[in-house]
């Protein structure tokens, strides 16, 4: 059975690149660019992992994190995207990694798989 992952990013085009690596790679991928959907798909089902891109529009990725994590029964993996915002300032609190943009596909893959294992 594959690995479910939830992708929560604004960006379109990150999203649906991630999602088309992810799929490639034979993950299960639920991608939205909305944090009201991202919550919803969070308490309805089961994820492996969740990408959670920190500038988001309503709600930072910190607070959307808070929200998920006090809503869902899930003690899964959460990874925050780090775009220009310098890995020193990111509030690593909630979150299980984290991976730098603007990314390659195999940086990429290597912290998902590392965030599943």
């Known amino acids: 059975m594959s690995k479910k992952i939830l992708i929560v990013d604004d960006n379109k085009s990150d999203l ?3 999602k088309k690596i992810l ?3 034979k993950y299960d991928v639920v991608a939205t660019a909305s944090e009201k959907t991202a ?3 969070v308490n309805k089902q089961k ?3 969740i990408l959670l891109d920190i500038n988001m529009p309503k709600l930072s990725g ?3 994190l808070k929200l998920m994590k006090r809503d869902s029964k899930s003690d899964k993996p959460v990874i925050m995207f780090v775009s220009i915002v310098p890995y020193t300032k990111v509030d690593m609190s909630g979150a ?3 991976i730098q943009k603007p990314f ?4 990429f893959l290597g912290g998902v798989k590392k965030a599943l294992n």
Do not use: P, W
């Open 16 to 18: 649906d690149s991630m």
């Open 23 to 25: 799929e490639k790679a």
């Open 39 to 41: 919550l919803v798909h």
């Open 47 to 49: 994820f492996d992992l």
């Open 62 to 64: 910190y607070e959307l």
């Open 96 to 98: 299980d990694g984290f």
């Open 104 to 107: 390659d596909e195999k940086s």
